[in-house]
């Protein structure tokens, strides 16, 4: 499949959802706000819906790489010992990286059949949730016995925007809080009921081939589907914080991974993609900024400069794409003779990044395997497409993956291709799965809900539009040596594995 020109295509999800969409989605709101189930005994007290913890199914939002394999098995027998000593029969619990090998099953929604089909007759409820989820089991049975399983339901922490956001294209523009999505870190509930009848609508209105960018935001808009279908509902149980609080059936565990030393600065060469027209503004900036804690960084230009410098890599710069400029990159990293450097993070020149963060996180992964990590977007998943790392986040590549990469004949169709989507399209023929961080980001802080960021240690934002990059930078990623203020104080890094 060839990937389209970048384009700021809004997705067949999104496409219809603009500001008088957000008014009657105020005007449904103010109607009916979902409650929990009030079934009544004839004393007129409550009367909770019996549950047992056999009718909840787990969904592991997992990964195929070893290191996030290994956190979801963890997070399974954490689930499966609490049934236990809760004398309970065993709940399903499913790793989803582990169903099969559709290419989009971290999507959800291609899922949908398979859950209505296996788990429809003898289950009440799928509680989504990601590795690093931490569950309190005999409080989120308590918690979901307050609603009616026979009913549609979608549970979770609401997040909303609090502008429109170019992640979002825009959606809501006239009123951008008004939407409501979830916030995967606290886990999130669907019935049964309402599985199938997903499952209906997905035989009659099939996903349509396009792209995926931030999925908890794209699921909500597919289940609310324009008003047919029932919003979010707020579950104040399901909480994203470390500290949480009594009344929690959930919280996360917000830390920035280290399994051992970090890697050295020296271990992780660092690619930064510019043109002579950047070279005067946003070359200075990296410079002011992280370019300091890089141990090996050159900079790739359509023009050699020695005051920055810069490598003339012989490719034009193309207006959009940079697939040519991308693939020199690579194999120049690759076929240099005098050092087997174990890692590669390609950025742009207005990309913002911790090296030091980037030092812990690259502990839990090996090296000798394939890895290409970053921030996961999906194109055509629905229809057979491919999943890719986003460039201006940063893309991170092992040295295997690079090899493995070179060694084939996949290339660019063209120099002005979009070098991340063509990198997806190759590694997924090539069977290296495609590795997601919620640590890097496409987007700048202002694009991503507060609450979403809290429970975070960022390692990279993009973009210097409408903001100050070098207060960016020391707000949300620099060290306390370099005058870091907001992310360290929150000592949640590092933690041993």
């Given at each position: 499949?060839?990937?389209?020109?970048?384009?700021?295509?809004?997705?067949?999800?999104?496409?219809?959802?603009?500001?008088?969409?957000?008014?009657?989605?105020?005007?449904?709101?103010?109607?009916k706000e979902a409650k929990p189930s009030q079934n009544l005994d004839k004393s007129g007290r409550l009367r909770r819906n019996d549950l047992d913890l056999k009718r909840i199914v787990f969904v592991i939002q997992s990964q195929r790489n070893s290191f996030h394999a290994k956190r979801a098995e963890q997070l399974k027998e954490s689930i499966l010992t609490q049934a236990s000593a809760l004398s309970q029969e065993t709940p399903s619990v499913v790793l989803l990286h582990e169903l099969g090998k559709l290419e989009g099953a971290w999507t959800i929604l291609p899922l949908l059949p398979h859950f209505s089909l296996t788990y429809s007759r003898?289950?009440?409820?799928?509680?989504?949730?990601e590795?690093?989820?931490?569950?309190?089991?005999?409080?989120?049975?308590?918690?979901?016995?307050?609603?009616?399983?026979?009913?549609?339901?979608?549970?979770?922490?609401?997040?909303?925007?609090?502008?429109?956001?170019?992640?979002?294209?825009?959606?809501?523009?006239?009123?951008?809080?008004?939407?409501?999505?979830?916030?995967?870190?606290?886990?999130?509930?669907l019935s049964l009921p309402l599985v199938n009848k997903l499952t209906e609508r997905l035989k009659s209105d099939s996903l349509k081939s396009d792209f995926t960018i931030d999925l908890k935001h794209e699921i909500a808009l597919y289940i609310?589907?324009?008003?047919?279908?029932?919003?979010?509902?707020p579950v104040p149980e399901l909480c994203a914080d470390d500290a949480g609080g009594p009344?929690?059936?959930?919280?996360?565990?917000?830390?920035?991974?280290?399994?051992?030393?970090?890697?050295?600065?020296?271990?992780i060469f660092v690619a930064v993609k510019t043109c002579k027209k950047f070279h005067g503004d946003r070359i200075p900036v990296v410079k002011q900024t992280w370019a300091a804690q890089a141990g090996l960084l050159e900079y790739y230009s359509d023009h050699a400069d020695s005051s920055i410098p810069t490598v003339d890599l012989g490719v034009p710069n193309t207006d959009r794409g940079h697939c040519g400029k991308t693939f020199a990159i690579l194999g120049r990293f690759l076929n240099r003779s005098r050092d087997r450097v174990p890692w590669l993070v390609i950025v742009d020149d207005d990309?913002?990044?911790?090296?030091?963060?980037?030092?812990?996180?690259?502990?839990?992964?090996?090296?000798?395997?394939?890895?290409?990590?970053?921030?996961?977007?999906?194109?055509?998943?629905?229809?057979?497409?491919?999943?890719?790392?986003?460039?201006?986040?940063?893309?991170?590549?092992?040295?295997?993956?690079?090899?493995?990469?070179?060694?084939?004949?996949?290339?660019?169709?063209?120099?002005?291709?979009?070098?991340?989507?063509?990198?997806?399209?190759?590694?997924?023929?090539?069977?290296v799965p495609v590795t997601h961080s919620a640590l890097f980001?496409?987007?700048?802080?202002?694009?991503?809900?507060?609450?979403?960021?809290?429970?975070?240690?960022?390692?990279?934002f993009h973009k210097h539009w409408n903001?100050?990059?070098?207060?960016?930078?020391?707000?949300?990623?620099?060290?306390?040596?370099e005058g870091g203020a907001k992310q360290e104080a929150r000592a949640r890094f590092p933690e041993e594995l």
């Open positions: 499949m060839r990937p389209p020109a970048r384009r700021l295509a809004l997705p067949a999800l999104l496409w219809l959802l603009a500001g008088s969409l957000g008014s009657a989605l105020v005007s449904e709101d103010t109607k003898n289950s009440s409820w799928i509680f989504f949730c590795e690093e989820t931490r569950i309190q089991i005999p409080r989120l049975v308590e918690t979901l016995r307050r609603y009616d399983p026979s009913k549609e339901w979608f549970l979770g922490k609401a997040l909303h925007d609090e502008e429109s956001t170019i992640i979002h294209h825009y959606a809501f523009s006239e009123n951008p809080s008004v939407f409501k999505y979830p916030d995967f870190a606290a886990g999130w509930a609310w589907d324009k008003g047919g279908g029932p919003p979010l509902t009344h929690c059936a959930t919280t996360f565990h917000a830390f920035l991974p280290l399994c051992g030393n970090p890697v050295k600065k020296e271990d990309t913002l990044i911790s090296i030091s963060r980037l030092q812990h996180l690259l502990s839990c992964y090996e090296a000798s395997e394939p890895v290409f990590l970053g921030e996961r977007y999906g194109y055509g998943l629905g229809t057979g497409g491919y999943s890719y790392i986003t460039g201006g986040g940063g893309m991170v590549f092992s040295r295997e993956a690079i090899r493995r990469l070179l060694a084939s004949k996949c290339r660019c169709y063209s120099d002005d291709a979009p070098d991340d989507m063509v990198l997806g399209m190759c590694f997924s023929g090539l069977g980001h496409q987007a700048r802080p202002v694009d991503y809900p507060k609450e979403y960021l809290a429970h975070q240690v960022p390692i990279s903001v100050d990059p070098a207060e960016v930078y020391f707000t949300w990623l620099a060290s306390p040596e």
